[in-house]
């Protein structure tokens, strides 16, 4: 890649240039690509990651860890709830298929999957934090104050996370309820729901109880499929929020061409992706007892 | 709804067009004397934080936007097409070995790896249309796969087998025709991918500086004060803009996808 790692860390014209040589020499970027390579592979077999080169000097894993909480915690929350929202929104445009209603719902499913979510992003932060402070303008939590309780520490984060949480609530909502709406329909084609609304045992049971228990299973395997991606995942969330995750972290680390960092990001990525897939797959078989393996 | 799709794409591709003989002023050339300045009958969206007209950015925007949308869409296609086609085909070994190079593409968080990428190759229009690309053949390959492999069985395929056509011939002769619509449905929805992905990357500082495209316009506005000087304009429009065009693309895929995507089509 263009620019090397020490670059970045002595640009200062200052810096005496027998420093940028020492830094070269104790990050091994002066020896071959191929001993680099054996280097970095011994030292991961023994569950070393590596030093950071733009945070020097820490440790990569220990500040992979350090974010991911972050990452996680606004991941985990965003899906939940835009789950939760685009299920709803789903079935009732599934049960109310062809009305005004539905075309709504339905344009505002597409709407929202086809903005992008920096954007949402910043209007939010226009509209919540800078015209009305209700909320922060950015950062995980409020900077040099001690909290008296992790309670407070708690709610403090959650404030922060609020914003960005929304924004991908909101870009979230889209998907999930489009491929609910979209399987509630095919499901309630089925026979079984004619049975149940023969039996008479209410609408809004048919609806939820049996209907859309059968719908959701894509959009529950969507959801696993879409924490895989924790890691980088909220990459623009996390940037126009200034949010300490991995995202983020991801892309300063391009910017400073923080290799070692960037190599435990993608092994992290790899190894969180690779889970989740194993888990939707899991969960599939669980939800759905048709599938047997 | 297709329809209404189908309008907003035509207008935004007038406007990219027309951009240079409709917009007021010219973008690249700064007022001084009215910074930041709220929407008014002069500047009809207000001005950034150089004086550039908002209104007059965002006509030129249109054209880089949808460029690059088209084009990495059209080459991220035929990859998967070829790819979808080949390793459908043939099946086999072949067919195990690209689904698993498929697998990995998928895997990798695109986001990470575009910027990656970008940051590697360095900035301009053909380098993020390469990225865009690169990464985008997946969805495309595997779609064509499935529609291959079930083509295959035809029997107007076994006719031609019969009469001694090459396998080139089947496959791009009597094969490629019949899956058109389909790979016709996922290359709209390619455009859609690849216009979003322009403006994040755009939005990271990783776009063409030499251009405007309505993620650059959002990214100055990041770093330039816009949220400080309140100029909600330069936020709302740009973003405004992609999400119409978005949508556009979205409308007319779906729409496209329920007449000849067969399993979508066989379940209503």
């Known amino acids: ?293 | 709804m297709g329809l209404i799709g189908l309008t907003i794409i035509s207008t935004f591709m007038v406007i990219a067009i027309v951009a240079p003989y409709v917009a007021p002023y010219n973008p690249f050339v700064s007022d001084a004397s009215a910074l930041y300045a709220p929407p008014s009958m002069q500047h009809f969206l207000g001005t950034n934080d150089a004086g550039e007209d908002v209104f007059s950015e965002l006509l030129y925007a249109a054209k880089i936007s949808l460029i690059v949308g088209f084009t990495a869409a059209f080459v991220s296609t035929c990859l998967g097409l070829l790819v979808g086609m080949l390793s459908g085909y043939y099946g086999g070994k072949l067919d195990a070995v690209v689904m698993r190079v498929t697998d990995i593409f998928l895997t990798l968080p695109t986001i990470v790896l575009l910027i990656v990428l970008v940051a590697y190759i360095g900035p301009g229009l053909q380098n993020i249309i390469f990225a865009i690309s690169i990464l985008g053949w997946t969805g495309t390959a595997r779609s064509i796969r499935s529609q291959v492999m079930s083509m295959k069985e035809r029997p107007y395929v076994e006719a031609s087998h019969a009469i001694g056509a090459s396998n080139f011939t089947i496959m791009f002769g009597e094969i490629l025709p019949n899956i058109m619509p389909l790979v016709l449905a996922n290359g709209i929805l390619a455009v859609v991918g690849a216009i979003l992905s322009e403006a994040g990357l755009s939005f990271l500082g990783l776009g063409d500086p030499t251009q405007k495209s309505w993620g650059e316009m959002l990214y100055y506005a990041e770093t330039r004060g816009a949220f400080i000087n309140g100029a909600w304009w330069w936020i709302a429009a740009p973003g405004i803009c992609i999400v119409l065009v978005a949508l556009g693309f979205t409308l007319v895929g779906q729409a496209l996808d329920e007449v000849f995507n067969p399993r979508v089509r066989t379940m209503r």
């Open chain 1, 1 to 293: 890649m263009p620019g090397d790692p020490t670059l970045f860390l002595v640009s200062d014209v200052r810096v005496a240039p027998q420093v940028r040589q020492t830094l070269l020499r104790e990050f091994g970027l002066n020896l071959p690509v191929w001993q680099q390579f054996v280097a970095y592979l011994t030292n991961l077999s023994q569950g070393n990651l590596g030093v950071s080169f733009s945070l020097y000097p820490q440790p990569v894993l220990s500040v992979l860890l350090q974010r991911l909480p972050w990452s996680v915690a606004l991941l985990v929350v965003s899906q939940l709830f835009s789950a939760a929202i685009g299920i709803v929104l789903g079935v009732i445009a599934a049960w109310k298929s062809g009305s005004k209603i539905d075309t709504s719902i339905l344009s505002f499913s597409l709407a929202t999957t086809s903005t992008p979510v920096f954007w949402i992003g910043m209007l939010l932060l226009l509209l919540f934090a800078f015209d009305l402070p209700l909320f922060p303008l950015g950062g995980g939590i409020t900077p040099g104050v001690i909290f008296p309780s992790t309670l407070a520490f708690l709610a403090d984060a959650l404030w922060h996370m609020t914003l960005p949480a929304l924004a991908l609530t909101i870009i979230y909502i889209g998907s999930s309820s489009f491929i609910m709406r979209n399987t509630m329909i095919d499901v309630l084609g089925e026979d079984f729901v004619l049975l149940a609304e023969a039996k008479g045992i209410g609408e809004r049971a048919v609806k939820f109880g049996h209907a859309a228990r059968n719908a959701m299973l894509p959009v529950v395997t969507g959801i696993t499929l879409n924490l895989g991606y924790v890691v980088g995942g909220a990459v623009f969330t996390e940037t126009v929020f200034d949010y300490p995750g991995v995202g983020r972290l991801i892309y300063d680390a391009v910017i400073a061409r923080d290799y070692p960092l960037l190599q435990g990001a993608f092994l992290f990525i790899a190894i969180t992706v690779i889970l989740a897939n194993l888990a939707a797959d899991v969960m599939y078989a669980f939800l759905d007892p048709r599938i047997k393996y």
